[in-house]
């Protein structure tokens, strides 16, 4: 498997800091200092799946290939205003797309969960382009007023086009059945036979308990993929992690030892936009040119689940 195109979409509402003082009590300063976020940009007029159509678009255009030529599309969600069908089906029909398309939910994790279903479809022969797009509300399942959770997230999409190649070095996924550390459950429609009791809430999340196994899970899955491929930290361009916490960034940096310039970061941007993050922050590098063929990259990410993938690919472009 190789990448040869990347594409992301932010929604125009940006919320700062300030912005939020306003209403929550907070501070700029709590937020920056814990999590490194200074802005967030989340939907307001747009829909989920015109943001992801046009990531996806711009991805399609940088690989140099049209929706006719991709074989499989894989959407990387975790909720957005549909149930069913799945976004991946709704965004086929946006770009004019006519292959089969499967939607998936690994939280956070999801981009290298997709990276890891083409792979296997690339090498099975089933395809030859492959269309992957994560695309993320979770300012949708949070309590605007809890001060705890939704300063941390924004929304936004990032898309990759994926091809044939020998450039997928080593993948790792794991899943840790942990789910009441960070979890959100929907209400679904009443019956006149349901006699059990149902609690809904906007997402929860015991917060210290994330940021430990975000760091703990990151730094073994990357050690291991490491070891796996006998490289040294050093050998690694760029780490591109998943984008939650400043904080939980510089502590993978600080455990693996590497030096600060090998681990780009967007979150004081974007905040946490869950699996879009991975591709939205390759593709800031690529368009700003910082990107060379031969390039050893490694992403990681974690969510709830518990679920983390891992990965070490080589850049082809
Ligand atoms: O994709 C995975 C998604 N999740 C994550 O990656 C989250 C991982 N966890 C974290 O990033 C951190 O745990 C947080 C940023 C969520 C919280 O930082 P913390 O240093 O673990 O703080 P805490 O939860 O222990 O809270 C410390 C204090 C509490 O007050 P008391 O009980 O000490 O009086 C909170 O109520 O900070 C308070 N607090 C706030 N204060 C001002 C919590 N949120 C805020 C806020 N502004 N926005």
Known sequence: MKIIGTGSVHPKCSVSNEMLEKFLETTDEW????????????ISSEKLEDLATEAANKALENAGLTAKDIDFIICSNVVNEYVTPALSCIIQGKLGATCPTVDINAACAGFIF???????????????????????????????????T?????????????????????????????????YYQRALEPTPYIDKEENYE????????VFKHAVTSSCRDIRTLLNQTNLKPEDIKYYVLHQANRRIIDSIRNFLGVDEACVPHNVERYGNISSAALPALLDELNREGKLQKGDKLVFSAFGAGFTTGACIIEWAK
């Open 31 to 42: 937020i920056t200092e814990r999590t490194g976020i200074k802005e967030r940009c989340v």
């Open 114 to 148: 997709a990276l890891d279903m083409a792979e296997d479809k690339l090498q099975c022969k089933k395809a030859k382009n492959i269309l992957i797009v994560c695309a993320e509300e979770p300012s949708r399942m949070v309590s605007w007023k809890n001060r705890s």
């Open 150 to 182: 939704c300063v941390l997230f924004g929304d936004g999409a990032g898309a990759a086009v994926v091809t044939e190649g020998d450039e997928m070095k080593a993948i790792r996924l794991t899943t840790s059945s942990l789910t009441d550390v960070l």
């Open 202 to 209: 906007p997402l929860v999340m015991r917060g210290r308990e």
